[in-house]
Structures are given as structure tokens and as C-alpha cells.
């Protein structure tokens, strides 16, 4: 009896050395947690979320500071897939950091620019062309949708087109005819 | 997206499988009288039943899945490996903790893990162990032979006619008697001879036997199922039984025995080739049934009771996702297992 | 006798191919319009090279080849150039691509053709010409041809199979052009050869074709082509398929064939490779089979370009239980988003679609897991676990279990008793996964920019720095500006001071390493603002 208690007090104690010595091990790893948050996030770099970036969110998620359903433009699924990574309960998006919207880009009239640069400021990305006192424009393939140009512009002339679906990147529909449930 | 298609539908791959049992069928009534048919009935009647309540409750298109007609398939291959003779609750319970537990409480047609017959089955094995084993005496040996409306009497209220008793009617099925007989010390050669053994199985048993080979032989050519789980199965039984009987004949039966006794032949061809719960992959479905082949044998031999297939199954399709995930084939224009874990 | 191979599964649809295989080709009338889509081929959209009210000539390319892997267009006809527009083309998604509309003027005249002299010519320039002619795979894969004709790193291609399977059911264009234009093909086929280095060339036709191949052997009298019969089962005609039929070698997955020493070209490429270099004729027209619900079946040789409607009319008046048309076979096609597309070079078949010839499946079941699909795979996939992995939009699994392997042949659907539209969940799945490829690579580049300018800033706030503090050790400035307030027009002139203050007759970073053409577009856009600033001086200046 005595033998058998002590066998399983001693395979108690080895196991959680064991368990202890992972914890700590796996506690290494931590870094690269921003990196994989960030790897989620889409990189509109709008600011929505409350912070000056996608990178300064991943971080602050991965310390614990910020929930994660507060990214507008990574929408349900990016909080599904956040909710993944890290092991907690998805959560529907705060809708006090904004609402998901289909995809847009920036694109500036140019007829009415006045070349002020202000916008070129406010670009997280650096997808807006120009020089001061000449006409801006958007390269479009850049432009990751943020909006953050529109407020600064003093004619109110830059607007947000909704990206429209092409033969190149129409997608097949999920089947929908099948009988539902299964 | 194909525009056409063959015109095979689930429920004509279930009639087909009902077709192929037909022939034990009859073989089984002509030889132990009609409590097979009722059992079939009352288990028919359940099954469908309890599927309609069950995608009723589930808010499921009642029509298509009926017509599927795999309720069907499991009520009968349940009655078939049930003792006919037992009381009538002990089939409709088993039915419906087949269709109700096994089948929709696991997702429904496709999605359960166990195949219901065996669960219905091994439940009521464990449950109700003195019924289970009510098997009817061929008729041959009978010294008192029930009429169908004697059979429904005893079936609903277990009554018999005056003057006839129980141990008139049912007896120890071949591979019990092998096995008490074993445990008692007599060998082998001496046990065969007894009065309920026939060419190689179970006088009469051995008929139906072989009607569910002739079954199974009409599944696979109509492709419903394929070779790989039956031959398997059949193989490594035999070829475990041919081992221990070439060391210890006397201890061990002769491979035909295993073959052609209890649930073997409709084990292989009918229900460890469940689609659902079975091996999806060629050489997965080779390992299942030669596992279930092994276990049987190994139950069969060792094990507390007399014959093993609805455990083997049920402990196989808890290793189907397993087998399936280490035995995918190798695609075309892959080299050999490149990119495979 | 030649050793064939068997691939394994396949599937044995109902042929339907006698309805238009009993009469000749014949020769489509000139369409009131033609509509010629910039992208008929795999890879970028062809250039218009021509504008609206031009007039071109039969054969003149209106569409250059855009990069290696793009095809050029041409003018099926003469005729002028009434648009250069968006307009509907066959395309699963119904969704309209840059088509030039082309009015004809009846005359059929011809641009100069001058033949190519390939024994002699630059390999590399032959391979420009054929892409400056339109060639692109007829089979239905519009690969263009050029860079198939390209041996590579390899010296030469050891075989070249001729694709004349045809297995999918109802179409018989190839079966007909077999049969009627054999020598061409046999042509096209030697100029391929010459260009792969080629030591032996097979043609592979199906058992179910003994005209065709009477006519193939035929031609090839007197020369080293093999015409080999292979069984009848779909898909013989896959590509990989046919290869493995033909030399028991399997074209490796995601790969090309000529890794194994192989290139397989439809017969219907050969046949327009042979006008192209023997003739110097454009790829302008095609044969094409117009079967299921019309009153004539038959196959004609049409004008790419030439729309849908005017084609299957000429197969007799459309009968009004007609559904649509499914472009394709029944297997791999697709229903056409509407009978004003035109006709393209991928076009083998169209089959006017009724209740009665292809029935609505009945509801999907469950999977039971029967493995029929399994069975049936020609590529040895597991249909049933992608179709669970795929419905679950579980991406990363279905990949894992080769999706991508997936030829989308149809052999699952074919055969699944649940009646599961499998392919559509394969489709969705794979453009799911592929827009989300495209999701991340262009979050990739926002993540560079974002922290390239993070970077930017940084540099030029020490720059700043450092200069004030160069300045200081100099006479004291008054710091620049207050903090600019909220209105629009202080926000301007705080813009205009910070300007004043950076210019040091820098430009903005940003323009520096554009383009020429990029800089001349900002420099005319400049010059439009110019006028337009004067009318806005004023009223921005009385803000
Ligand atoms: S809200 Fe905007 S800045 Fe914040 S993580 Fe999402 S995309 Fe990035
Ligand atoms: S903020 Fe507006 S006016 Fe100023 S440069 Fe940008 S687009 Fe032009
Ligand atoms: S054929 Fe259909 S039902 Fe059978 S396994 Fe494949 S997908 Fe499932
Ligand atoms: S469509 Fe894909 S999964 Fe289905 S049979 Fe063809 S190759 Fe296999």
C-alpha cells in the first residue's frame, strides 16, 4: 500500500517537473506571438482598432491589453482565426471600433487637388503620389483602404471606391443547393 | 461540375444490399421457423419510426431521408443477428437505441462513427445477456415445432403452447457449444460430431452461411461494396484458425468452422462493409477487416463470449479516422509517399 | 502492338456523340457581329492595338501578347471597329471582360500572310511568331502554345503526343477534323516535332472513333507517327491521363509534363499550328460542335467571336423547352451566363440544355462514405474527405489531402449516390484559397510600406533635428507656426509653411524612382490642375 502511494506521489512529482519544465520552455516562445497575431491582421493600418497600427495591436493583444475583436476590416473572420491561434472564445466585433466594410480603395479627383499633400501624410502605406502644389494621386494596387486620407483633404475630393469583382478575381459561391444542415 | 450523372442513388445501394440478404433470409425461416420474419417486421416498423421522429425533432426534410431506406438496412441486418426467439421489447430496443443513439444522436446518415446494428446488438448483449442467447433449434433437431401464430404468442407475451417448454425450442448455438464443451476439457474432435454441428459450421446455420456469400458475391459485382474489407476479414480469420488448428487440433477449431459459424460470413459482407463507419481507403479497408478478421478470432478463443463480431466492428470504427489518415493512396503524379505524414 | 497503361478509375458516361458525328463540318455563315474577347487564354489579357472606327482586316491582330504567358487576338474578319468595351464573354461567372466589337464589312479581306519558314528560322523567334498568331491550346485549356513548344533547359523533348482522345461525351469536333483534315494535323504535328526535337510522336485517339483513326493512319503512311487506339473511358482525354495511357509515365503533380520527357497537344492545336506556320493564317476560327436539344446536331467551323445565339441557330430555330447552353462537355463545362457570349477559342461544344436531356439532380444526402468517388478518381484523390473539408471551409486539410491535385473531371459527381455537387465544393474551395493567397501577399507588401514609412519618418525627424540643430549654433530662429487649428483653410496654410520650410528644392521622395511614362501622366494631370487652380484660387483664398 505504502509502496503504491508513494509510486504515485513520485509519479505525480515527475510529471509536473515535466509539465513545469514545458511551461517554461514554451514561455520562450512568446515573441513570436506578435508576429503570428500580426500575421492574422490585415494590414489596412487604419487605426480602428485604437492603436497607431496593425503591428502596435498584435502586441498589445499578445501582452493581454486588448481584446480581440476590435479590427473592422479583419471582420469575423479574422477574429475566428484570432480566437484560434489563441485558444480563447471567438467574440463578435466591438462595434464601437467601426463596422467591416467590402473592400475600397482611395481614389482622388484629380481635377480638383489642390496639391496640398496633407493626404500623402496621413498614408500608412505611402500609396499616394504627388509632389506639393501638384496633383496626387492613388496607386491603387497599394492602397489598403484605411480611409485615413479623407479627413485631412481640405476639398473633400478624395472618395472611396468599393473594389468591383473581376474575372480574375471572381470566386466560386459555396454551393448553396444542397439540403442544408449536414 | 458534371451535368450527368450514373443514375445510382443512396436508397437504390441500400435496396440492393436488402436484396442480397433475401436469400439467408429465406434459408433462415425454412430452417428455424418464422421468428426470423417477425423479428424483421418489428424492427422495420421501429427503425422507420423512430427515423421519422428523429428528423422531426431534428427539423430534417422527412421525405429524402426516409426514401434513403438505410433505416431499413439496419433493422434488418439488427434482426438478423439477434435471437429471434427472444421477447419482442428486446429487438425494438435494440432498434431503437440503433437509430435513435447510434444514428442521429452522432449526426445522422454519414455522420455516426459506430455502425448502429452492432451498437444496438453489443448493447443488448451486455444488457440483457440471458435473452440474448434464445437462438431456435434447426428444425431438423426440434422435438416441437411452433406455428407463426405460436411464435407471435411467445414473441408478445411469452406464453407457449401447453405442454411445450422453452429448452424444446431454443438451443446452444455451434459456437457456444464449442466453447463450454472446450472449457469442459473435451477436444475438439469429440464436440464436432454433437448433433448441432453440420458439414462445417451449424447444421442449417451453414446454409445461411453461404446464402450471405452468394449476397456478398452479388454486392460486389454490383460495386457496392469493394473486396477489400470481405477478403480481409475472411482471410485473416481463417488463416489465425488454420495456424492454431494445425498446432492443436484438438483445442482448436478447423478454419471452415470459424468460417462458416455465427456471424462471420455476414459480418464480412454485410456489416463491416458499412460504408459510414468503415475504412474509406483501399489498403485502410485491407487493415480493418483484417483487424476485425483477428479480433473475432481472438474473442472467439480467449474472449468471455462466444462469438466477436459486433465488438470487433465497434472497436474498429473507433480507429477508421486513424487508419484512414495514415493510409491515404498516393496521388497520381506524386512520388511515393512524398508529402503523406 | 504498343503496351498501354491504365490510370485508375475513370467512368463510362452515355456517349452521345453519334447525334453529330454523321454530317460533315461545315462552314459557319459571317455573324451580323463579331465580339472578340481580349482574354481567351490562359495567363494576361491581350492589348488593344486598335481604336473604335478603324478599320481592320481579316486576320490583322487587334491584341498584343501581353508578357510570355499571354496570346495575341486577331480580326476574324474585315470589317470596322465599332467598340472597344466591357462586354458579357463565357465565363462562369457572367461577369463581362474587354471584348472589340467588330461590324463586318462583308468583304473578307485578308492582311498579308506569308507562311513561315520554321526548318531555318531562330527557335525563339518561331515561338514569338506563333504567339503573335493566337496560338492557344483548343482543347480547352487555352494554354498558349508557344511556351509549350519551348523544350527548356531539356535539349529536346523525347515524345510528343497528339491529344485526339475526345472523351468527353457529346463533343466530336475533334473526331470530324480527324477525320476531314488529317494531312494538316499530320503537318502541324511534324513542324511540333521539329521545334521539341522529338523522337517519337503518338497519337492517341479512343476506340469509339474508327473513322478518325482510319484517317489518322491514313496520313501518317510514310512517316514515324504512331496512331494508338486507346479504350474508351472518360477522362482519356486529360492530358496526364492520355500520357500515362500512352507511355505508363505520370506527369509529375504540379509540375510539367516535359519533366518526364513529354508534351501533349490537342489535335485541334496541331491542326491551327499547321494553318499558322504553313499558311501564316491567325488563329480566327475554330471548330466547334453545337449538339443536344437542336434539330440538327453538326459541327461547324465558326469565326471566333461569332455569338452563341447566331451559332446554335444555325443548328436549326431553338426549341422552347431550351434551357440554356452549357459551353463544354457535360462533365467539365459550364452553363453559359447568357447566348450573347461569343464564341472563343476554348469553345469545343455547346449543348442547348433541356429538362428532359439533363434533368435537375435530386436533393444532395448526407456522404456515406461509399468511396464510389473514390473509385472513380482518375488522380487517386479522396473526393469524400476534400468534399468534407471543403464544406467545412477547413482550406488548410483540404490542401493537405492534394485538392490542388483536383482536375475537376466531374468522375466524383458522376458517380456519387448522394447526388453532392463535389466539384462546386472543390471550385469554391480553390478560389477560396487562391483569393486568400492574394489577401495575404498584398497584406505582405502594406505590412513592408507601412513600416518602410515608419522607418521614413524616423530618418527624416533626425534629418530635422540635426538640421535645427545646426541651426542653433547659428542665429536664433523664432520656432515655425503655432500647432495649426481645426479649420480647413489654417490646416492649408500650415501645409503651405511646413512646404516653405522643407523646400530645399527636393522633391517628395515618393516620385523619385517612378517611371517615365508615370512622370509625364503627373506632368499633363499638372497642367489640366493649372487651369483649374486659377478658377480655384479665388474662392479658396476668401475661405
Ligand atoms: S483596425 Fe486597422 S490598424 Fe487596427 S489591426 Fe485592423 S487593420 Fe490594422
Ligand atoms: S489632401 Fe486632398 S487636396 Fe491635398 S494633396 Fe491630398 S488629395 Fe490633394
Ligand atoms: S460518392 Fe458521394 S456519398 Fe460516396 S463517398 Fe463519395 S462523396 Fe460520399
Ligand atoms: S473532380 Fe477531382 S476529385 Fe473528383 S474525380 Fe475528378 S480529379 Fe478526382
Same mark, same amino acid.
Given at each position: 500500500?505504502?509502496?503504491?502511494?508513494?509510486?504515485?506521489?513520485?509519479?505525480?512529482?515527475?510529471?509536473?517537473?515535466?509539465?513545469?519544465?514545458?511551461? &517554461?520552455?514554451?514561455?520562450? $516562445? $512568446?515573441?513570436?506571438?506578435?508576429?503570428? &497575431?500580426?500575421?492574422?491582421?490585415?494590414?489596412?493600418?487604419?487605426?480602428?482598432?485604437?492603436?497607431?497600427?496593425?503591428?502596435?495591436?498584435?502586441?498589445?493583444?499578445?501582452?493581454? $491589453?486588448?481584446?480581440?475583436?476590435?479590427?473592422?476590416?479583419?471582420?469575423?473572420?479574422?477574429?475566428?482565426?484570432?480566437?484560434?491561434?489563441?485558444?480563447?472564445?471567438?467574440?463578435?466585433?466591438?462595434?464601437?471600433?467601426?463596422?467591416?466594410?467590402?473592400?475600397?480603395?482611395?481614389?482622388?479627383?484629380?481635377? &480638383?487637388? &489642390?496639391?496640398?499633400?496633407?493626404?500623402?501624410?496621413?498614408?500608412?502605406?505611402?500609396?499616394?503620389?504627388?509632389?506639393?502644389?501638384?496633383?496626387?494621386?492613388?496607386?491603387?494596387?497599394?492602397?489598403?483602404?484605411?480611409?485615413?486620407?479623407?479627413?485631412?483633404?481640405?476639398?473633400?475630393?478624395?472618395?472611396?471606391?468599393?473594389?468591383? $469583382?473581376?474575372?480574375?478575381?471572381?470566386k466560386w459561391k459555396y454551393p448553396m443547393y444542397a439540403i442544408k444542415h449536414f | 461540375m458534371a451535368y450527368v450523372s450514373n443514375s445510382a442513388s443512396v436508397s437504390s445501394v441500400m435496396?440492393?444490399?436488402?436484396?442480397?440478404?433475401?436469400?439467408?433470409?429465406?434459408?433462415?425461416?425454412?430452417?428455424?421457423?418464422?421468428?426470423?420474419?417477425?423479428?424483421?417486421?418489428?424492427?422495420?416498423?421501429?427503425?422507420?419510426?423512430?427515423e421519422?421522429?428523429m428528423l422531426r425533432?431534428r427539423k430534417l426534410p422527412i421525405k429524402p431521408f426516409l426514401l434513403d431506406g438505410s433505416?431499413?438496412?439496419?433493422?434488418?441486418?439488427?434482426?438478423?443477428?439477434?435471437?429471434?426467439?427472444?421477447?419482442?421489447?428486446?429487438?425494438?430496443?435494440?432498434?431503437?437505441?440503433?437509430?435513435?443513439?447510434?444514428k442521429h444522436?452522432y449526426g445522422g446518415l454519414g455522420n455516426n462513427?459506430?455502425?448502429?446494428?452492432?451498437?444496438?446488438?453489443?448493447?443488448?448483449?451486455?444488457?440483457?445477456?440471458?435473452?440474448?442467447?434464445?437462438?431456435?433449434?434447426?428444425?431438423?433437431?426440434?422435438?416441437?415445432?411452433?406455428?407463426?401464430?405460436?411464435?407471435?404468442?411467445?414473441?408478445?407475451?411469452?406464453?407457449?403452447?401447453?405442454?411445450?417448454?422453452?429448452?424444446?425450442?431454443?438451443?446452444?448455438?455451434?459456437?457456444?457449444?464449442?466453447?463450454?464443451?472446450?472449457?469442459?476439457?473435451?477436444?475438439?474432435?469429440?464436440?464436432?460430431?454433437?448433433?448441432?454441428?453440420?458439414?462445417?459450421?451449424?447444421?442449417?446455420?451453414?446454409?445461411?452461411?453461404?446464402?450471405?456469400?452468394?449476397?456478398?458475391?452479388?454486392?460486389?459485382?454490383?460495386?457496392?461494396?469493394?473486396?477489400?474489407?470481405?477478403?480481409?476479414?475472411?482471410?485473416?480469420?481463417?488463416?489465425?484458425?488454420?495456424?492454431?488448428?494445425?498446432?492443436?487440433?484438438?483445442?482448436?477449431?478447423?478454419?471452415?468452422?470459424?468460417?462458416?459459424?455465427?456471424?462471420?460470413?455476414?459480418?464480412?459482407?454485410?456489416?463491416?462493409?458499412?460504408p459510414v463507419?468503415?475504412?474509406t481507403?483501399?489498403?485502410?479497408?485491407?487493415?480493418?477487416?483484417?483487424?476485425?478478421?483477428?479480433?473475432?478470432?481472438?474473442?472467439?478463443?480467449?474472449?468471455?463470449?462466444?462469438?466477436?463480431?459486433?465488438?470487433?466492428?465497434?472497436?474498429?470504427?473507433?480507429?477508421?479516422?486513424?487508419?484512414?489518415?495514415?493510409?491515404?493512396?498516393?496521388?497520381?503524379?506524386?512520388?511515393?509517399?512524398?508529402?503523406?505524414? | 502492338?504498343?503496351?498501354?497503361?491504365?490510370?485508375?478509375?475513370?467512368?463510362?458516361?452515355?456517349?452521345?456523340?453519334?447525334?453529330?458525328?454523321?454530317?460533315?463540318?461545315?462552314?459557319?455563315?459571317?455573324? #451580323?457581329?463579331?465580339?472578340?474577347?481580349?482574354?481567351?487564354?490562359?495567363?494576361?489579357?491581350?492589348?488593344?492595338?486598335?481604336?473604335?472606327?478603324?478599320?481592320?482586316?481579316?486576320?490583322?491582330?487587334?491584341?498584343?501578347?501581353?508578357? *510570355?504567358?499571354?496570346?495575341?487576338?486577331?480580326?476574324?474578319?474585315?470589317?470596322?471597329?465599332?467598340?472597344?468595351?466591357?462586354?458579357?464573354?463565357?465565363?462562369p461567372s457572367?461577369?463581362?471582360?474587354?471584348?472589340?466589337?467588330?461590324?463586318?464589312?462583308?468583304?473578307?479581306? %485578308?492582311?498579308?500572310?506569308?507562311?513561315?519558314? =520554321?526548318?531555318?528560322?531562330?527557335?525563339?523567334?518561331?515561338?514569338?511568331?506563333?504567339?503573335?498568331?493566337?496560338?492557344?491550346?483548343?482543347?480547352?485549356?487555352?494554354?498558349?502554345?508557344?511556351?509549350?513548344?519551348?523544350?527548356?533547359?531539356?535539349?529536346?523533348? /523525347?515524345?510528343?503526343?497528339?491529344?485526339?482522345?475526345?472523351?468527353?461525351?457529346?463533343? #466530336?469536333?475533334?473526331?470530324?477534323?480527324?477525320?476531314?483534315?488529317?494531312?494538316?494535323?499530320?503537318?502541324?504535328?511534324?513542324?511540333?516535332?521539329?521545334?521539341?526535337?522529338?523522337?517519337?510522336?503518338?497519337?492517341?485517339?479512343?476506340?469509339?472513333?474508327?473513322?478518325?483513326?482510319?484517317?489518322?493512319?491514313?496520313?501518317?503512311?510514310?512517316?514515324?507517327?504512331?496512331?494508338?487506339?486507346?479504350?474508351?473511358? =472518360?477522362?482519356?482525354?486529360?492530358?496526364?491521363?492520355?500520357?500515362?495511357?500512352?507511355?505508363?509515365?505520370?506527369?509529375?503533380?504540379?509540375?510539367?509534363? #516535359?519533366?518526364?520527357?513529354?508534351?501533349?497537344?490537342?489535335?485541334?492545336?496541331? *491542326?491551327?499550328?499547321?494553318?499558322?506556320?504553313?499558311?501564316?493564317?491567325?488563329?480566327?476560327?475554330?471548330?466547334?460542335?453545337?449538339?443536344?436539344?437542336?434539330?440538327?446536331?453538326?459541327?461547324?467551323?465558326?469565326?471566333?467571336?461569332?455569338?452563341?445565339?447566331?451559332?446554335?441557330?444555325?443548328?436549326?430555330? /431553338?426549341?422552347?423547352? #431550351?434551357q440554356g *447552353?452549357i459551353?463544354?462537355?457535360p462533365m467539365m463545362g459550364f452553363n453559359?451566363?447568357?447566348?450573347?457570349?461569343?464564341?472563343?477559342?476554348?469553345?469545343?461544344?455547346?449543348?442547348?440544355t433541356?429538362p428532359?436531356?439533363f434533368p435537375a439532380p435530386p436533393p444532395a444526402l448526407p456522404c456515406i462514405r461509399c468511396t464510389l468517388c473514390a473509385?472513380a478518381c482518375?488522380?487517386?484523390l479522396q473526393p469524400q474527405e476534400l468534399y468534407w473539408f471543403s464544406r467545412a471551409k477547413e482550406f488548410?486539410k483540404a490542401?493537405?489531402y492534394?485538392l490542388?491535385?483536383c482536375?475537376e473531371c466531374g468522375c466524383c459527381d458522376y458517380v456519387c449516390p448522394s447526388n453532392i455537387p463535389l466539384v462546386q465544393y472543390y471550385r469554391f474551395a480553390k478560389s477560396e484559397i %487562391?483569393?486568400?493567397?492574394?489577401?495575404?501577399?498584398?497584406?505582405?507588401?502594406?505590412?513592408?510600406?507601412?513600416?518602410?514609412?515608419? *522607418?521614413?519618418?524616423?530618418?527624416?525627424?533626425?534629418?530635422?533635428?540635426?538640421?535645427?540643430?545646426?541651426?542653433?549654433?547659428?542665429?536664433?530662429?523664432?520656432? /515655425?507656426?503655432?500647432?495649426?487649428?481645426?479649420?480647413?483653410?489654417?490646416?492649408?496654410?500650415?501645409?503651405?509653411?511646413?512646404?516653405?520650410?522643407?523646400?530645399?528644392?527636393?522633391?517628395?521622395?515618393?516620385?523619385?524612382?517612378? /517611371?517615365?511614362?508615370?512622370?509625364?501622366?503627373?506632368?499633363?494631370?499638372?497642367?489640366?490642375?493649372?487651369?483649374?487652380?486659377?478658377?480655384?484660387?479665388?474662392?479658396?483664398?476668401?475661405?
Amino acid at each position: 500500500m505504502l509502496t503504491a502511494l508513494l509510486a504515485m506521489a513520485g509519479l505525480t512529482l515527475f510529471l509536473g517537473l515535466v509539465l513545469g519544465f514545458a511551461a &517554461i520552455k514554451f514561455k520562450v $516562445e $512568446e515573441s513570436p506571438l506578435v508576429q503570428k &497575431i500580426d500575421a492574422i491582421l490585415p494590414q489596412t493600418q487604419c487605426g480602428q482598432c485604437g492603436f497607431p497600427g496593425c503591428k502596435p495591436y498584435a502586441t498589445a493583444i499578445a501582452a493581454g $491589453e486588448a481584446d480581440i475583436n476590435q479590427c473592422p476590416p479583419g471582420g469575423e473572420e479574422g477574429i475566428q482565426r484570432l480566437s484560434e491561434l489563441l485558444g480563447v472564445e471567438p467574440k463578435p466585433l466591438n462595434a464601437e471600433h467601426g463596422v467591416t466594410k467590402p473592400k475600397s480603395v482611395a481614389v482622388i479627383d484629380e481635377n &480638383i487637388c &489642390i496639391g496640398c499633400t496633407l493626404c500623402i501624410q496621413a498614408c500608412p502605406v505611402d500609396a499616394i503620389l504627388g509632389a506639393a502644389k501638384h496633383m496626387h494621386t492613388v496607386i491603387e494596387a497599394e492602397c489598403t483602404g484605411c480611409e485615413l486620407c479623407i479627413p485631412p483633404c481640405p476639398v473633400d475630393c478624395i472618395s472611396m471606391k468599393p473594389l468591383q $469583382e473581376d474575372i480574375t478575381t471572381w470566386k466560386w459561391k459555396y454551393p448553396m443547393y444542397a439540403i442544408k444542415h449536414f | 461540375m458534371a451535368y450527368v450523372s450514373n443514375s445510382a442513388s443512396v436508397s437504390s445501394v441500400m435496396l440492393k444490399v436488402l436484396f442480397a440478404l433475401l436469400p439467408a433470409t429465406a434459408i433462415y425461416q425454412l430452417y428455424f421457423g418464422p421468428a426470423i420474419l417477425v423479428s424483421i417486421v418489428l424492427a422495420s416498423v421501429t427503425a422507420i419510426g423512430a427515423e421519422a421522429a428523429m428528423l422531426r425533432l431534428r427539423k430534417l426534410p422527412i421525405k429524402p431521408f426516409l426514401l434513403d431506406g438505410s433505416a431499413l438496412v439496419t433493422a434488418w441486418l439488427l434482426a438478423l443477428s439477434m435471437p429471434p426467439l427472444a421477447p419482442w421489447w428486446l429487438i425494438v430496443i435494440a432498434t431503437l437505441f440503433a437509430i435513435v443513439v447510434a444514428k442521429h444522436l452522432y449526426g445522422g446518415l454519414g455522420n455516426n462513427l459506430f455502425n448502429p446494428a452492432m451498437v444496438g446488438y453489443a448493447v443488448m448483449l451486455i444488457s440483457f445477456p440471458a435473452h440474448m442467447t434464445q437462438w431456435p433449434v434447426v428444425d431438423t433437431l426440434a422435438h416441437a415445432h411452433l406455428s407463426l401464430s405460436g411464435t407471435l404468442r411467445f414473441i408478445f407475451g411469452g406464453e407457449l403452447p401447453a405442454g411445450m417448454k422453452l429448452d424444446a425450442l431454443t438451443l446452444a448455438t455451434p459456437l457456444d457449444t464449442l466453447r463450454t464443451q472446450l472449457l469442459l476439457g473435451r477436444p475438439a474432435s469429440e464436440i464436432t460430431p454433437m448433433p448441432v454441428f453440420g458439414y462445417v459450421g451449424g447444421k442449417g446455420a451453414e446454409l445461411i452461411a453461404l446464402a450471405y456469400l452468394a449476397g456478398g458475391v452479388y454486392l460486389l459485382q454490383q460495386r457496392i461494396i469493394t473486396w477489400h474489407i470481405p477478403v480481409a476479414f475472411l482471410a485473416t480469420l481463417a488463416l489465425l484458425a488454420f495456424g492454431f488448428h494445425a498446432y492443436d487440433a484438438a483445442r482448436y477449431a478447423a478454419p471452415w468452422f470459424h468460417l462458416a459459424t455465427g456471424g462471420a460470413l455476414l459480418g464480412a459482407f454485410f456489416i463491416a462493409t458499412d460504408p459510414v463507419t468503415g475504412a474509406t481507403t483501399p489498403k485502410g479497408k485491407l487493415i480493418f477487416g483484417a483487424a476485425i478478421g483477428a479480433l473475432i478470432y481472438l474473442i472467439r478463443t480467449w474472449g468471455g463470449y462466444p462469438d466477436g463480431v459486433a465488438f470487433a466492428v465497434l472497436i474498429l470504427n473507433m480507429c477508421v479516422p486513424l487508419i484512414d489518415a495514415y493510409t491515404q493512396p498516393r496521388v497520381f503524379g506524386h512520388v511515393k509517399d512524398q508529402d503523406k505524414p | 502492338m504498343r503496351k498501354l497503361f491504365d490510370f485508375h478509375g475513370g467512368v463510362h458516361p452515355a456517349q452521345h456523340k453519334a447525334e453529330s458525328a454523321t454530317l460533315p463540318i461545315a462552314t459557319a455563315p459571317l455573324p #451580323t457581329r463579331l465580339i472578340v474577347p481580349m482574354h481567351q487564354h490562359i495567363g494576361n489579357r491581350a492589348k488593344p492595338i486598335v481604336s473604335v472606327g478603324e478599320r481592320v482586316l481579316k486576320g490583322q491582330m487587334i491584341g498584343q501578347a501581353d508578357g *510570355y504567358i499571354s496570346c495575341a487576338v486577331h480580326a476574324p474578319t474585315s470589317g470596322t471597329v465599332s467598340a472597344i468595351e466591357m462586354a458579357t464573354v463565357p465565363h462562369p461567372s457572367g461577369l463581362p471582360d474587354l471584348c472589340i466589337r467588330i461590324e463586318p464589312d462583308g468583304e473578307e479581306q %485578308w492582311v498579308e500572310r506569308t507562311p513561315l519558314d =520554321y526548318t531555318t528560322m531562330n527557335p525563339s523567334e518561331l515561338r514569338n511568331r506563333l504567339r503573335d498568331l493566337g496560338l492557344a491550346g483548343m482543347g480547352g485549356a487555352v494554354f498558349p502554345s508557344h511556351a509549350k513548344l519551348n523544350p527548356g533547359r531539356r535539349a529536346n523533348v /523525347p515524345t510528343l503526343i497528339l491529344n485526339g482522345a475526345e472523351c468527353e461525351p457529346w463533343i #466530336t469536333c475533334d473526331d470530324l477534323l480527324m477525320r476531314e483534315r488529317a494531312d494538316q494535323i499530320v503537318a502541324g504535328g511534324k513542324i511540333m516535332q521539329h521545334m521539341l526535337g522529338a523522337s517519337e510522336v503518338l497519337i492517341g485517339i479512343e476506340d469509339n472513333k474508327p473513322e478518325a483513326i482510319q484517317a489518322m493512319r491514313a496520313a501518317c503512311a510514310g512517316t514515324d507517327f504512331e496512331v494508338i487506339v486507346a479504350p474508351t473511358k =472518360y477522362p482519356s482525354g486529360g492530358a496526364k491521363q492520355l500520357t500515362k495511357i500512352l507511355t505508363g509515365k505520370e506527369p509529375p503533380a504540379g509540375g510539367r509534363s #516535359t519533366e518526364i520527357g513529354v508534351q501533349v497537344f490537342n489535335v485541334a492545336t496541331v *491542326y491551327t499550328l499547321a494553318r499558322a506556320v504553313l499558311h501564316g493564317e491567325p488563329v480566327i476560327s475554330r471548330v466547334i460542335t453545337v449538339t443536344g436539344n437542336v434539330e440538327r446536331p453538326h459541327n461547324f467551323e465558326a469565326l471566333i467571336g461569332t455569338p452563341v445565339r447566331e451559332l446554335v441557330a444555325l443548328a436549326g430555330t /431553338p426549341r422552347a423547352d #431550351t434551357q440554356g *447552353y452549357i459551353m463544354g462537355g457535360p462533365m467539365m463545362g459550364f452553363n453559359l451566363p447568357s447566348d450573347q457570349a461569343p464564341l472563343i477559342k476554348a469553345t469545343n461544344c455547346l449543348i442547348a440544355t433541356s429538362p428532359k436531356l439533363f434533368p435537375a439532380p435530386p436533393p444532395a444526402l448526407p456522404c456515406i462514405r461509399c468511396t464510389l468517388c473514390a473509385q472513380a478518381c482518375p488522380v487517386d484523390l479522396q473526393p469524400q474527405e476534400l468534399y468534407w473539408f471543403s464544406r467545412a471551409k477547413e482550406f488548410g486539410k483540404a490542401q493537405e489531402y492534394d485538392l490542388f491535385d483536383c482536375i475537376e473531371c466531374g468522375c466524383c459527381d458522376y458517380v456519387c449516390p448522394s447526388n453532392i455537387p463535389l466539384v462546386q465544393y472543390y471550385r469554391f474551395a480553390k478560389s477560396e484559397i %487562391w483569393a486568400r493567397e492574394r489577401e495575404k501577399d498584398k497584406a505582405d507588401v502594406a505590412r513592408d510600406r507601412h513600416e518602410f514609412r515608419d *522607418y521614413r519618418i524616423e530618418r527624416e525627424k533626425k534629418e530635422r533635428a540635426d538640421k535645427l540643430a545646426a541651426k542653433t549654433q547659428g542665429p536664433k530662429t523664432p520656432a /515655425p507656426g503655432q500647432p495649426a487649428a481645426d479649420s480647413k483653410q489654417a490646416a492649408i496654410q500650415a501645409a503651405i509653411d511646413r512646404a516653405k520650410l522643407k523646400r530645399a528644392g527636393v522633391e517628395p521622395k515618393n516620385v523619385a524612382d517612378l /517611371p517615365p511614362e508615370k512622370l509625364q501622366e503627373i506632368r499633363e494631370i499638372e497642367a489640366r490642375r493649372a487651369q483649374l487652380k486659377q478658377a480655384m484660387e479665388k474662392p479658396s483664398d476668401t475661405l
